[in-house]
């Protein structure tokens, strides 16, 4: 089974930047469709953006675009969130999930076509 690990969470100052990496065990990371997903305190979890697994299909909540990037990088079988010009509203744990299921072009802002997801990091903003 596809297990998923998230790192490089932390505190930062507001306009400060994080880079969260998302890796796996066992299997490689080339065929699945990879999203991050946040939770803020006493708020649902939402998709903040997602990466297709074959080149095609990006995606970023409007909250996020300009602000963060998505990618992958196949040299060492990792997705990364590039997070800059971090905000206090960008708190909250996040969370790297995968699907096997979509289409090799596609990937999706719903939790519920994710099948394997990580523990999470927290990401605190605040000054």
């Known amino acids: 089974q596809l297990q998923l690990v998230e790192s490089g969470g932390g505190w930062v100052q507001p306009g400060g930047s994080l880079r969260l990496s998302c890796a796996a065990s066992?299997?490689?990371?080339?065929?699945?469709?990879i999203a991050w997903f946040r939770q803020a305190p006493g708020r649902e979890r939402e998709g903040v953006s997602c990466?297709?697994?074959?080149?095609?299909?990006?995606y970023y909540a409007d909250s996020v675009l300009g602000r963060f990037t998505i990618s992958r990088n196949n040299a060492n079988d990792t997705v990364s969130l590039q997070m800059n010009n971090l905000k206090p509203e960008d708190t909250g744990v996040y969370y790297c999930?995968?699907?096997?299921?979509?289409?090799?072009?596609?990937?999706?802002?719903?939790?519920?076509?994710?099948?394997?997801w990580g523990q999470g990091t927290q990401v605190t903003v605040s000054s």
């Open positions: 066992r299997f490689s990371l080339e065929h699945y469709a």
């Open positions: 990466i297709s697994s074959r080149i095609g299909r990006i």
């Open positions: 999930a995968a699907s096997p299921r979509l289409m090799s072009t596609q990937c999706s802002r719903g939790q519920e076509d994710y099948d394997y």
